[in-house]
């Protein structure tokens, strides 16, 4: 979809479909000259009570040649004080609905509305943008046709602020193209072909010999059951000479849960057990587009989880980077084993903060659901950061507990500590799990196990991957750059 920026007349601009956001308070009168040309049919629709510009309530209008554009989709808003930016993404995804279904080509929208509200029209642009995908790489009928051209009938210079959402909404549509894509397909191997895509990024690649020479025993011990060659990636890219901020994504390609096998029913969806290292490889294709003057590193520990023949088994101890060791309790909780290498790797990087994100714990979707990504850590000024950007991406996230008695849960009678406390304080203490391995650096964990997947469509997410993450990390390191 091409975006354009046009300071044009509603009345005369012509285009397939035309929105025109409505709140109910406002009412359509910032829309009078237009409605005086269609003889007052807008305000038919409204007086029926068939519209009253409810969030997201949508009418479609067909002009008959009284105004250039040839149909008018009326899109609801709420009340003006409580329009916010995500209400905003969900009524321009809304919108993408009905624009998709009645196969509209070329669109605009009027900003007329946004006189009175306190966010900018590109906010509606997001959910548009982020609503605009569909994954049918494997279908054999005709590709899709999407809208081609999105314009913003407006004075306002914005092309600044679109190139940002632009950049976002390219990071999680790629975020959702690696989930969306099957395990067979999408290996380590292949990641690492992803990861080298990239422009303006270099790329180190661990091998298993080299990882069994530092010590990465717990990463090591995941990828055992597999054929699959693991693939410990390491991405760097340098805007400046400052300690890097590091992004360590969970990047296992499948997960069978290894010989404590998931159950059948729904194992298929766990080729979203790399949704965190999706989201650190769209975030970091983003940084290069946007050329942030930045120092970020990204860690990716790829590998499958199988129980073949020489996978770990319950009751292995191995021993991790940075020396501790590790009793297996459950070969499903293979998530926290490759992070604890991945913390214990980046170190040496003496980085100024590290965000770790995972699809970690079933317990994360018991104790959220599908609303939020849990969040922990050892830094109160990191986790604010953190929340301010999901306030700003509509990314929710949820700060949960670390408090030193969890250190009790994962005590292991024969190691230094044990990979599951059990069903108890699941979320909390695989997270009390990675403290133990981040140390003194600045530290968030993201759990993402309830909101990485979608079975059923959000207004502007659809069904499948949602690419949750890479906004959120986007808009937080953009709040580091000083100059914007």
């Known amino acids: 979809m091409k975006v354009f920026i046009k300071n044009k007349d509603e009345l005369t601009f012509p285009c397939d479909t035309l929105i025109l956001p409505v709140t109910e308070d406002k009412g359509i009168g910032i829309y009078k000259n237009i409605d005086s040309r269609l003889n007052s049919l807008i305000k038919g629709i409204i007086k029926s009570g068939e519209f009253s510009g ?5 009418t479609l209008l067909h002009t008959q040649g009284k105004i250039k554009p040839d149909r008018i989709l009326l899109i609801g808003l709420g009340t003006l004080k409580e329009v916010t930016r995500e209400k905003l993404r969900q009524a321009g995804g809304k919108a993408t609905d009905i624009l998709q279904t009645t196969h509209a080509n070329n669109c605009a929208l009027s900003t007329l509305i946004f006189r009175f509200l306190r966010y900018s029209p590109a906010d509606f642009l997001e959910g548009v943008l982020l609503n605009d995908y ?13 809208i081609e051209g999105f314009t913003l009938l407006t004075e306002e210079n914005l092309r600044k602020e679109i190139r940002w959402k632009e950049a976002a909404v390219s990071a999680s549509h790629l975020a959702r193209d690696l989930v ?15 990861a080298r895509a990239l422009k303006n990024i270099s790329v180190k690649v661990i091998n298993r010999n080299e990882a069994e020479k530092l010590g990465m025993g717990a990463y090591l011990s995941v990828a055992r059951g597999s054929h699959e060659p693991p693939r410990f990636i390491v991405m760097t890219y340098k805007g400046n000479n400052n300690p890097p901020v590091v992004l360590i994504g969970k990047s296992i390609t499948f997960d069978s849960g290894g010989i404590s096998l998931k159950p059948a029913m729904g194992m298929e969806k766990m080729k979203y057990d790399m949704a965190g290292g999706a989201a650190v490889l769209g975030t970091m294709k983003a940084l290069t587009e946007m050329n942030l003057p930045l120092h970020v590193i990204a860690v990716l520990p790829a590998t499958e989880n199988l129980p073949g023949g020489s996978a770990s088994k319950p009751g292995d101890v191995v021993r991790s980077m940075g020396g501790k060791t590790i009793e297996i309790i459950s070969t499903d909780a293979e998530g926290r084993l490759v992070l604890a290498d991945a913390l214990g790797y980046v170190k040496k990087f003496r980085p100024s903060a590290v965000i ?7 317990a994360c979707s018991i104790a959220l659901g599908n609303e939020a990504m849990a969040m922990m850590g050892n830094s109160d000024s990191l986790m604010k950061k953190i929340k301010k950007a999901s306030d700003e991406t509509g990314e929710k996230v949820w700060q949960m507990p670390l408090f030193d008695e969890y250190k009790d849960y ?7 500590l044990k990979n599951s406390a059990g069903r108890s304080g699941g979320l909390v203490t695989a997270g009390y799990f ?9 530290w968030v964990h993201l759990d993402i196990a309830g909101t990485a997947w979608t079975d059923k469509g959000m207004p502007y997410i659809p069904a499948g991957a949602t690419g ?6 986007l808009s937080f390191l953009k709040s580091l750059n000083t100059k914007g």
């Open 180 to 194: 969306n894509t099957p395990s067979n397909d999408l290996t380590p191997s292949a990641l690492v072909k992803a």
């Open 134 to 146: 569909s994954f049918r790489k494997y279908k054999r009928e005709t590709v899709r046709k999407g």
């Open 54 to 58: 409810k969030q997201n309530q949508t």
């Open 356 to 362: 770790d994100i995972a699809t970690l714990t079933g």
């Open 410 to 416: 994962i005590k292991s009678d024969i190691a230094d």
């Open 434 to 442: 990675l403290k133990e391995f981040a140390g003194d650096v600045p």
């Open 468 to 473: 949750i993450g890479a906004r959120l990390l």
